[in-house]
């Protein structure tokens, strides 16, 4: 951020473009820079063919780990003790700060599966229908007023932790939700 060196950041450039002359001359551009870092994000695994645009590319592929969806698949009433011991094996995987994110996003999907005014979220149209099904189904465990005074916790937790006036962790914090009983 703060040295001389050109760095380039650029999201889903070979997922979301279909070959042509102007992604060509993008493709030749980045693969001229000397004195400078590109990277690349894309939102799913390259093929061979995409590969072989940059030959001497560092290819870093980052999977959350399973432990983290069954520990959400997990959230449930009455199944605080098992959450608990799934929460903290997926930390030892992953940072709090993403698994508070799943979470966060976890209960917000479930809300909007139970609640059909919410169903046509963007993230919740671009599931497959195995996700959505699976989410439905967990769903039925807790009543729409439920899933809305969860939100309510989780969105005290994030001020609390924001704004410095917990005392806790953000680890604890989640500890002391999931012993509430979700």
Known sequence: MFSDEKQIFIEDLLSKRKPSKEFDEIINYIASIKDGSVYLWENKVLTKKQLNYFPKATVKESKLPQVLFTFLDNLLPGNSKHAISLFHQAILRSEPELLFYMIVRHFRLLLAVTDKSLEN???VLKMSPWQKSKLEKQSRSFTKEHLVKILKKLMNIDYF????????SLTQNIDMFLLSDV
């Open 161 to 168: 932790q924001k704004t410095g006036q917990s005392q806790l």
């Open 121 to 123: 979220i963007d993230e």
